[in-house]
């Protein structure tokens, strides 16, 4: 061998060194496990449940974050290529990602886009915002959708212990579809009159149709935490509140809930502020550990508040 050829065979090996170490080869880990990014902690969980431990599972968004706002390190943005898989939650969801996710999927990463694989709705046509609501977890029906078409997706993912997935997306499946259940046994306890929801910003839409709600408005205009009302925002809602008698009105976890407060006295009735996790999982603890603990926690809350 040359010394040209030994020093090429040096640095080839010190460049594959560095992924081993690192633990980012190309097309999986260092031992041949199948490694799946995600980008929300919603999506996260729900992946790490389908997966079991058939692959290596990685979740972008920390927990109590905003996902239209969150953002990532450049080590972390250099990592997505290296995935196996990428899963994102799309139609807009990720506002502060989507740079990186297509640069991802212009290197050969290949992804799952959740909002490809349901049928979406408008955030508010009578407001003229067709835009697709990305919020589609707060219906339990839809994630199923997601569900089949991500454990189809996985099942194609080189590496993957095909029996422990099997298993394991089973079993939660199910769990999804009992929850579904106690969800709407839940909220038929409310009267048909008091079904009426209000909160930081319009993320309620799905749980609406699914369980026969009415959106009354949000504090926040649009389908963005990004957004800033206006007075005549506040007082045009603080208005439908009035009329409508509601007794509850529910501030998300990730938000500051000063805004839905100000509305609670702007509307001069008596009105509760109620917590909810619509947007982020938490530290353990704290009432959204993880999707199934979120949607029940959520559940009582509203049942509480509303019945």
Known sequence: MNKGSIRTFGILAMVLAGFLLSGCVPGGMADGTARIVVTTNILGDVTKNLVGGAAEVSTLMKPNADPHSFEISAREASQLSHADLLVSNGMGLEEGLEQHLESAAASGTRRFVAGDHLEPIAYDPEAGNNAPDPHFWMDPARMLDVIDALT????????????????????????????????????????????????????????????????????????????????????????????????????????????????????????????????????????????????????????????
């Open 152 to 307: 189809t997706e996985l099942r194609a993912v080189e590496g993957m212990d095909q029996q422990q997935l099997e298993r394991a997306s089973a079993s939660f499946r199910e769990q999804v579809v009992q929850l579904d259940r106690r969800m709407s046994d839940s909220f038929a306890l409310i009267p048909s009159e008091r079904r009426a929801l209000v909160t930081n910003h319009h993320v309620f839409g799905y749980l609406a149709e699914r369980f026969d709600f009415r959106v009354i408005g949000a504090v926040i205009p649009g389908g963005t935490t990004l957004a800033s009302p206006s007075a005549a925002d506040l007082k045009d809602l603080a208005d439908a509140i009035r009329q409508a008698h509601v007794p509850a009105i529910f501030a998300d976890s990730s938000q500051p809930d000063r805004l839905v407060q100000a509305l609670a006295r702007e509307s001069e009735v008596q009105v509760e502020v109620i917590e909810l996790f619509t947007e982020s999982l938490t530290e353990p603890g704290q009432g959204a550990f993880n999707y199934l603990e979120m949607m029940a926690t959520n559940t009582e809350r509203i049942t509480r508040g509303l019945g």
